[in-house]
């Protein structure tokens, strides 16, 4: 019994390789990509980690609290905005909507 790598010409083989190793090398760079961003997000979160310590240090408890309850309301008001839902009638009263934007004629008295 034969298996399938053996039917297959050299030149096939090789190319075959070649596609493996193309795409081993580009999965090493995207993963070396990937690591490099998680690194600058890890110093980053650290320089921030640092700066709330100093500015907690320098201004105070009070302070403090009082700009995480800014940020806290500027978050709720942006998570209010995309909890915002359109509230429409039911089918069975648009007619009657429409009626009322219909403008009405005043009848003229006959003299």
């Known amino acids: 019994m034969e298996t399938q790598g053996q ?16 795409d081993l090398a580009e999965c090493k760079k995207r993963g070396q990509k990937k690591d490099k961003r998680i690194k600058e997000l890890d110093k980053k979160v650290f320089v921030l980690t640092i700066v709330a310590i100093i500015i907690g240090a320098i201004l105070g408890k009070e302070m403090l609290q009082s700009l995480v309850e800014w940020i806290d309301s500027i978050n709720a008001f942006r998570g209010g905005i995309g909890g915002l839902t359109l509230n429409l009638p ?3 009263t648009l007619p009657i909507m429409a009626l009322a934007m219909l403008p009405v004629r005043g009848r003229r008295r006959r003299r």
Request: proline content about 11%; aromatic content about 0%; overall charge positive.
């Open 7 to 22: 039917n297959e010409c050299p030149i096939c083989q090789g190319r075959e390789v070649q596609n493996l190793r193309r």
């Open 90 to 92: 039911s089918p069975g």
